[in-house]
């Protein structure tokens, strides 16, 4: 058998299997975990009738147990009631999750909830400088949890002090934690408690 005629054929098989795993398929939404996690049942292609659970790329709303996480769960399902919704899968976070993005009725929803004020861009994955761009907007604007009369707290600063304290729903800041703002850039950075006060040409927001 001449093996190098099957190079070819093997090729456009794992191009054809590639296309097919981030092309942007029809599906149903099941389920609403939180701001950036949904459950979604494929509705046509290889994926027919599997319900999966999904992130959306790119964006980090707030944890359900944050201040907000309830509201950003909610905005993500009022975008929900279009009956064309599809999804185009990206890749897999380093959890193995699959992340893509979802499209209603043809609108980017994952930057719909930056744009509307309940999730950050994840610069992890994303560098979109036009999703930035939102998320800057929805800030200046004061636009959906940026409406709180003080800062809130990244997802991912949350998740990091979880074990150590609990974090009721309306406790927007996380404890022991002090915040300091860049008086040029506005530019945030978080530090221990056990800082006594933020570097110069910094501003605390709390401590």
Request: charged share 25%; with cysteine.
């Amino acid at each position: 058998m001449n093996y190098f005629k099957l190079i070819p054929m093997i090729l456009f098989m794992l191009i054809l299997s590639v296309t097919n795993l981030f092309s942007m398929e029809k599906v149903i939404v099941v389920n609403v975990h939180d701001g950036d996690t949904i459950s979604i049942k494929y509705l046509e292609g290889e994926r027919k009738g599997r319900v999966e659970k999904v992130k959306l790329f790119g964006i980090d709303a707030p944890e359900l147990d944050q201040a907000y996480g309830f509201n950003a769960k909610q905005h993500l399902a009022t975008h929900l009631r279009s009956i064309d919704i599809k999804f185009k899968m990206r890749s897999k976070n380093l959890d193995s999750q699959p992340e893509g993005i979802l499209y209603a009725d043809g609108i980017n929803i994952n930057n719909k909830m930056i744009e509307n004020g309940y999730a950050w861009q994840n610069k992890r994955y994303s560098t979109d400088t036009e999703v930035n761009d939102m998320y800057l907007y929805a800030r200046n604007k004061k636009i959906g949890l940026w409406n709180d009369t003080q800062e809130p707290i990244p997802p991912w600063v949350f998740r990091s002090y979880e074990g150590k304290s609990k974090h009721p729903a309306i406790n927007t800041y996380v404890p022991d934690l002090i915040i300091c703002r860049d008086d040029i850039t506005s530019e945030l950075t978080y530090y221990s408690i056990d800082k006594v006060s933020c570097p110069k040409g910094t501003k605390a927001l709390i401590r």
